[in-house]
C-alpha cells in the first residue's frame, strides 16, 4: 500500500502545498476475500505464538546450556503470551528429560539438630518411607515377643542372679568376719551400720561405756576395721551394678539384633546399590539396639496405669508418635508418577515458599519440630527441572528475591527460617543438609525491571545471562495475517468459543492492527485477544447465533470504549457545553487547538487543548508557563526550549531577538507532559509575531525540531478522534480537520465513522512535512522563502514575522539609547 500523502507543488513558495489524504490511507482493511476459508475452525492451529522468533530463539539457547548462571529473563509487554509460551516450551524439552531423583530427610542419630538428606530415584522415597513405617509396626510386635522367650528370660536371669551371688558373698564374708569379732552388721533406714555384740546381743552405750577401757578400744579398732571393709564393699556396688547393666544392655542388644536381623536385612535388599541409604538403615538398627526400651514400653505412663487414670485419644497418640517419629522418613520431593523434568510455576515466591520452611507442633504448652516437619519450596520441586516466577512479584516477595540469588550462587538449597537468615533468632532450631541444586529458572517481567535490575543489581548479569526479549507488535504481512487467523482458531477451540467467519476475522484483524498503533503492524497482545474474542462470543450467544460474525465483534469494541469513557464523555460534554472552551470554527491570532491524549485503565482518548501564546518586547525568551507553574514536564520544557532554538536559527542571525513570548495551554490544570504539542505551540507563536489569525477549524499535532521539520508523535488515532468528537458536538461545518506529521500517515487506523466522515468531506487529515506548511494551511498566507540575500517577502509570514522582530531590535536600541543619555544627564 502506498501511504505517501497527495502533495501539491507551488513553485511560488518553494515546497509542497499539504493536500487532505484520501479515506483509503486513513484505514488500512484486511479484506475478507483474501482468506481462504469460510469459517475460522477450518483453520489448523497456529505453531505457538506469532513473531517471537527472537525470544523462541533466546529460550533454547539458555536451556540447551547447563552451565551456572545461563537462567533467563523473559521480558516484554503483559498479556503477550510470554507465560503460555515459555511453558509450552519447557513441557515439550522437559517431556524428553528423566525425571529427577526423590530427596528425603531422615533423622541424624548422632544430632538430631542437623537432618541429613537422602537421594533416592524417582519413586523410592515414599516407598522407603512407608517400608520404614512397616518396620516400626513389625518390630513393635517383634521385639516384646523376642524378649518374653524362655531363653531371654533364663539369660537374663542368670545374669541378675550372678549379680545378686556376688554381692551376697561379699557381704556374707564381711558380715562373718564381723561376727567373728563380736560385731554386728544391721541394716537401718539410713544403709548398713555396725555395733558391738555381747553373747550375741547388741550392746547398748550403758553397757559399753561399762567395759574396760582396754576392751573398749580393743571394740573401737576392730570397729574401725570392719567399717573400712565395708566401705570398700560399698565401693564396689556400683561397679558391680555398671558391670550388671552392661550385661543386660548387651544381652538385650543381642536380643534386639537377631529378632530385628531378618527384618533389617530385608529391607537393605531393596537398597543395596544405593550406600546412603545402607549407611542410614545402619544407624537405624544401631538405634534401635540402643532404645529398645521404647518398643517394650507401654505407652501409658505406669503411675497413670496404676491409678486407672484414663489417657486421652489424642494425647496417647502423640506419645506414641513421639517415641517412634525419629525412625520416619519425611519424602521432601516424591517424583512418583512423574513423567520427565518437572516445570514448575510458583505465584507466590517469597521466602519459604522457594526454599522450604520450618513447621512446629504444639506440645505440652511449648512449640517443638523435628525433620518431619521440614517442608520443601518450589525449588525442591522444580529441582532436576524448571522454574517460572514473576519477576514484580519476586521482588515484592518476603526475601525472595535475596534467598533466590543466594542459593542458585551456592548451587544448593538450605532450608532456614527468616530468623536464622538475618540473624535474629537465638533459640536452637534445625539446621537441615543442604540439597544440591540443578534447575534452570525462568523470570516472567517488564523490560523497565529487566533494565533496573541490570543496572543496580551486581548479581544479576552472572545469574540470568539469557535475556529472551518478546516483541510487542508483528509486521502485517499476508502471511502473518493468516497466522493470526489460525492463531484465533485456537484460542477459539482452547476457550470453548463459537468459531468466527471470515469477515469477524478481518474485523479482529484490524483491531489488532489498531492496538499496535500503526496499520503496517499487527499487536502481540494475546490477553486483548482473548478478551475481544469471548466479549464477541457472548454478544453471538446473546442474538442466538451459533457464529461469529463482523457485527459481533464491533459490538464488542465499541462495548468496551463504552465501558470505559465515562471521562472522557463528561469532557467531551463541557466542550459541547461551552464550559471548557474550544473553538472549532472562526479565526484568532496566537491562538490554536492543539490535541493530547488522556489514558484511563487499558484505554486511552484524545482530547483537544486550547493553546495561546503573546508576544512582547524582551530579551528574547520564550516562556513555558506549564513549566513555570511546576505543571510542565521534562519533555514539554524541551519542546518549548526548541522553539527558542528555531526562532533564533531562522530570525535571529540579522538581528537580536528583542522579544518575550509566553505560551500556555489554557484550562489545563492537570500536568502536561511530552513535546507532540510543540508545533502546535510554535505556529501560535508565529501567528502572535506575524499577526496572523488561524483557522480555529484545525487541530494540530506533532512535535518539531529546530530546523522547523515536523517529526512523529504517539497516539495519532485517538487524537484526531478527540477533535472529531468536539467537531460533531459543536456541529460540522465542512472546513474542519486535523494537521499530523506526515511520518504518520502509517499509523492511522481512524474509526468507520471519521473515515465516512473524510470520504463526504466533512473532516480533513492534512499531513505536512514542515512548519512551513502548517503555518499557510492554518492562515491561507504564503510561508515565504528567503532570497538570496535572506530577505523574506513582506507579505508572507516569515517576512511579517521578521518585520515584528525588526521593530521590537529598533525600539529596543532606542530604549537602550534613552537609558544610556539618561545615564549620562546625571553623571
Not at 413 to 424: A, M, Y
Not at 498 to 511: D, F
Not at 725 to 743: E, M, N
Amino acid at each position: 500500500m502506498n501511504d505517501a500523502p497527495a502533495l501539491r507543488a507551488d513553485a511560488a513558495a518553494g515546497f509542497a502545498v499539504a493536500q487532505p489524504l484520501p479515506p483509503a490511507l486513513l484505514y488500512r482493511r484486511c479484506d475478507p476475500a483474501h482468506l481462504p476459508f469460510a469459517v475460522c475452525s477450518e483453520l489448523e492451529e497456529a505453531p505457538g505464538l506469532i513473531g517471537q522468533e527472537r525470544a523462541v530463539e533466546a529460550l533454547n539457547f539458555a536451556l540447551r546450556i547447563r552451565a551456572k548462571g545461563y537462567n533467563v529473563y523473559a521480558l516484554g509487554a503483559a498479556g503477550t503470551g510470554r507465560h503460555s509460551m515459555i511453558e509450552e516450551l519447557l513441557r515439550a524439552r522437559a517431556a524428553k528429560e528423566p525425571a529427577p531423583p526423590d530427596w528425603c530427610y531422615v533423622n541424624n542419630f548422632a544430632d538430631p539438630q542437623q537432618p541429613r538428606r537422602l537421594e533416592l530415584p524417582a519413586g523410592k522415597g515414599s516407598a522407603l518411607a512407608t517400608a520404614m513405617n512397616r518396620l516400626v509396626e513389625e518390630l513393635r510386635a517383634a521385639l516384646p515377643a523376642a524378649f518374653e522367650r524362655d531363653e531371654y528370660r533364663a539369660r537374663r536371669d542368670a545374669i541378675d542372679q550372678e549379680f545378686k551371688q556376688k554381692s551376697e558373698e561379699a557381704f556374707g564374708a564381711l558380715q562373718r568376719r564381723a561376727e567373728a569379732r563380736n560385731i554386728a552388721l544391721m541394716r537401718t533406714p539410713m544403709g548398713l551400720a555396725l555395733a558391738p555384740t555381747r553373747d550375741g546381743r547388741v550392746l547398748t552405750p550403758d553397757l559399753f561405756n561399762q567395759l574396760p577401757p582396754e576392751e573398749r578400744e580393743r571394740i573401737q579398732r576392730e570397729t574401725e576395721e570392719i567399717q573400712n571393709d565395708l566401705e570398700a564393699t560399698m565401693r564396689d556396688v556400683p561397679l558391680w551394678e555398671r558391670a550388671h547393666r552392661d550385661a543386660v544392655q548387651a544381652l538385650n542388644r543381642d536380643t534386639t539384633g537377631f529378632a530385628i536381623a531378618h527384618f533389617i536385612d530385608e529391607l537393605r535388599q531393596g537398597y543395596r546399590d544405593l550406600p546412603e541409604v545402607a549407611r542410614y538403615l545402619d544407624a537405624v538398627e544401631r538405634d534401635i539396639k540402643e532404645n529398645v526400651d521404647d518398643f517394650l514400653a507401654p505407652a501409658v505412663p505406669e503411675s497413670a496405669a496404676a491409678a486407672g487414670t484414663p489417657v486421652p485419644a489424642p494425647l496417647l497418640h502423640d506419645i506414641e508418635d513421639a517415641r517412634f517419629r525419629r525412625y520416619q522418613v519425611n519424602v521432601l520431593v516424591d517424583n512418583r508418577g512423574q513423567v520427565g523434568a518437572p516445570v514448575i510455576y510458583e505465584d507466590n515466591p517469597t521466602h519459604q515458599t522457594l526454599v522450604g520452611r520450618v513447621e512446629h507442633l504444639a506440645r505440652f504448652g511449648a512449640l517443638v519440630t523435628d525433620f518431619n516437619l521440614l517442608v520443601a519450596g518450589a525449588l525442591h520441586r522444580a529441582n532436576g527441572g524448571y522454574l517460572v516466577l514473576d519477576a514484580q512479584k519476586l521482588l515484592a516477595g518476603n526475601f525472595a528475591w535475596a534467598s533466590l540469588k543466594r542459593t542458585l550462587d551456592a548451587g544448593q538449597i538450605r532450608i532456614e527460617s527468616l530468623e536464622q537468615l538475618l540473624s535474629l533468632a537465638s533459640t536452637v532450631s534445625l539446621q537441615p543438609e543442604p540439597i544440591p541444586l540443578s534447575v534452570k529458572v525462568v523470570l516472567v517481567g517488564p523490560p523497565t525491571l529487566y533494565y533496573l535490575l541490570s543496572a543496580y543489581d551486581e548479581d544479576f548479569a552472572d545469574l540470568f545471562k539469557i535475556a529472551a526479549d518478546f516483541d510487542d507488535r508483528v509486521d502485517r504481512t499476508p502471511e502473518t495475517t493468516l497466522l493470526y487467523a489460525r492463531l484465533i482458531c485456537g484460542i477459539t477451540r482452547r476457550e470453548k468459543l463459537r468459531p468466527l467467519n471470515r469477515e469477524a476475522v478481518a474485523r479482529v484483524i484490524e483491531q489488532a492492527a489498531r492496538l499496535a498503533g500503526d496499520a503496517d503492524k499487527l499487536s502481540a497482545s494475546l490477553r486483548a485477544f482473548v478478551d475481544l474474542l469471548r466479549q464477541s462470543d457472548q454478544f453471538a450467544a446473546d442474538a442466538g447465533r451459533d457464529i461469529v460474525g463482523a457485527a459481533d465483534v464491533e459490538a464488542a469494541i465499541a462495548a468496551q470504549v463504552h465501558r470505559g469513557d465515562r471521562i472522557y464523555r463528561r469532557l467531551q460534554e463541557e466542550i459541547a457545553r461551552k464550559t471548557i472552551r474550544i473553538e472549532t470554527g472562526g479565526a484568532a491570532v496566537g491562538q490554536v487547538n492543539g490535541l493530547s491524549v488522556i489514558g484511563l485503565g487499558t484505554l486511552s482518548f484524545g482530547t483537544p487543548a486550547r493553546i495561546t501564546a503573546r508576544v512582547r518586547l524582551g530579551r528574547g525568551e520564550v516562556v513555558d508557563i506549564e513549566r513555570e507553574v511546576a505543571l510542565g514536564g521534562p519533555l514539554h520544557s524541551k519542546g518549548v526550549l526548541i522553539l527558542a532554538g528555531f526562532l533564533g536559527g531562522r530570525f535571529g542571525g540579522r538581528r537580536p531577538l528583542s522579544l518575550n513570548a509566553s505560551l500556555v495551554f489554557e484550562q489545563s490544570y492537570g500536568g502536561v507532559e511530552g513535546d507532540s504539542a510543540s508545533a502546535a505551540e510554535l505556529l501560535a507563536l508565529l501567528s502572535a509575531l506575524a499577526e496572523a489569525p488561524i483557522k480555529q477549524s484545525f487541530a494540530v499535532t506533532g512535535s518539531v525540531d529546530q530546523r522547523g521539520q515536523i517529526q512523529a508523535i504517539g497516539g495519532v488515532n485517538e487524537k484526531i478522534e478527540g477533535f472529531f468528537d468536539s467537531c460533531r458536538l459543536t456541529g460540522f461545518t465542512g472546513s474542519q480537520g486535523v494537521i499530523i506529521p506526515a511520518s504518520n500517515v502509517k499509523h492511522l487506523m481512524l474509526r468507520r465513522d471519521v473515515v465516512a466522515a473524510a470520504e463526504a468531506g466533512t473532516f480533513r487529515i492534512y499531513p505536512i512535512d514542515t512548519i512551513d506548511q502548517g503555518i499557510e494551511l492554518l492562515t491561507d498566507v504564503p510561508a515565504g522563502q528567503p532570497d538570496t540575500a535572506g530577505n523574506y517577502p513582506d507579505a508572507s509570514i516569515n517576512g511579517r514575522v521578521a518585520a515584528r522582530l525588526d521593530a521590537f531590535a529598533a525600539k529596543a536600541a532606542e530604549l537602550a539609547r534613552l537609558a544610556a543619555g539618561t545615564a549620562g544627564e546625571k553623571q
